[in-house]
């Protein structure tokens, strides 16, 4: 296929982002240079007296501690192993991937995403992709190697351009990925990041901060994204496409008669679970109510992590069982294990990230830093919409160079968390921003870690297709995708509505 001579210049900039990106260090050497560098920042301000009024206790200081010192270096080796057991995302990604794992590997995550896109009417295709793949965060390898091929299968025999429904599905899970009816892991993952974060300026207010902290704002993007999703689609990229002319004919695959029986029994147990775990909840005096007359105080939103492992484990044993894809105890454990060996790479992560994050907010670095750039932001007079926008440029850009949501938090949120709560934010909006931000450019960016794999499955229909086909064809959706969430953001913001439950976007 070849290019839009139009878009020359953008596909010689996206190479060079390409190039560059190539060449950077694995995320896990990234934090330990990072780590190195802030014990030897640390001394070097330590040494020059560096130091800002507390934001807390008008009228102390905060001096920036020598973490090359005496007392520093053994805090360095003490502070290893609990610094890496105490990483707040740690376990909570751990425990919420045990019932994810067992939804994905039963089965069951991909038989309702097949469900759900083969079940509709031809004149709805396009949007039960693009909803399917936002959906599919739920687990994102599910949505990248099941519902991304799919999209293309289906449109193909529906007589429409394959690369189209590709487009679509791919737009819908990468593009789409903050966004969810349901809390996934992502929401603990970035959660516990931004507690650990906001302590450093307000430990009692971080303690508060539960994980749906963005949930009503994600509840309403999955229509918006499923919406202009559809309409770039179906107005751009097929119509930009053409006819497909290629020789490749697919035959759909449909649910066999017990994938829809092990649907339907898993349904059910969602139902039940769901319901199980409202009466812990809902009635006064409930356990998970703990006494609280304001439900959003509740004990509740503090146990979203075990609530996630099991509403995702007991519908995923169900489907398993009645799909015979587990047949006893060693299966499940079998599929547990398995689900935990997939994340040895997070947990070597998770390590070097940790003592970066601990290193960061003992040295004192993280104040020093808020002051000075909560200092700086008022002297530009950056405030509202331009300091929004420009966090999302920022945040944007970086993630074409660094394709993990996690990794990219790590390394930002100590430092724009406090910014912003001292320009009077709060960490649950900084956080909600940062997630538009990250998943808006998702989908042009050649480092993200499946970009390959959706090349590939695209060269299937068009020998052709390389990195630029791909980036033109995505530009549109990152560009709509971008522009209808910041105009949804920005309709938030001046409504007053929360955010989440307990959630605003003015700190106090």
Known sequence: MKQNKDNGWIMKMLNVIERVGNKLPDPVTLFFLFSIIVVILSAVFSTIGLKVEDPINAGEMVEVKN????????????????????????????????????????????????????????????????????????????????????????????????????????????????????????????????????????????????????????????????????LVTDKIVEPRLGTYQGDVKEEVDYLKPEEKKGLWAALLAFIVTGVAIALLVIPSGGPLRGGEENIINAPFFHTLVPIILIMFFIPGLVYGIITKSIKNDKDVASQLSETMATMGAYIV????????????????????????????????????????????????????????????????????????????????????????????????SPLMPYFAIVIAFAQKYDKKVGIGTLISTMLPYSIAFTIGWVVLLIIWMYSGLPIGPGSGITYP
Request: glycine share 10%.
């Open 67 to 230: 973490l090359l010192s005496s007392e520093g270096i053994r805090y360095l080796f003490e502070s290893a192993v609990t610094n890496f057991t105490g990483f707040a995302p740690l376990g909570t990604v751990l425990v919420t991937m045990l019932g994810i794992g067992i939804a994905e590997r039963s089965g069951l995550i991909s038989a309702s995403l097949r469900g759900l896109v083969t079940s509709v009417p031809r004149s709805l295709m396009t949007a039960a992709l693009v909803f399917g793949g936002v959906m599919s965060s739920m687990a994102a390898d599910a949505g990248y190697v099941v519902l991304t091929p799919l999209g293309a299968v289906l449109f193909a025999g529906l007589g429409r351009h394959p690369l189209a429904g590709l487009a679509a599905a791919f737009a819908g899970v990468s593009g789409g990925f903050s966004a969810n009816l349901l809390l996934t892991s992502l929401d603990p993952l970035l959660g516990g990041l931004t507690q650990d974060a906001a302590s450093i300026i307000n430990p009692e207010y971080a303690s508060n901060i539960n994980y749906a902290m963005n949930y009503y704002f994600m509840i309403v993007s999955v229509f918006l994204i499923t919406i202009i999703g559809t």
């Open 349 to 444: 992560l998770a390590f070097v990230a940790a003592q970066f994050v601990a290193y960061f907010n003992e040295s004192k670095l993280g104040t020093v830093l808020a002051v000075k750039g909560a200092e700086f932001i008022d002297a530009t007079g950056f405030k509202g919409i331009p300091l929004i926008l420009t966090f999302i440029i920022v945040s944007g850009f970086i993630n074409l160079f660094i394709g993990s949501a996690s990794a990219k938090w790590a390394i930002m949120a100590p430092v724009f968390v406090p910014m912003m709560m001292l320009s009077g934010y709060t960490p649950e909006f900084t956080q909600l921003v940062y997630r538009i931000a990250d998943s808006t450019t998702n989908v042009i």
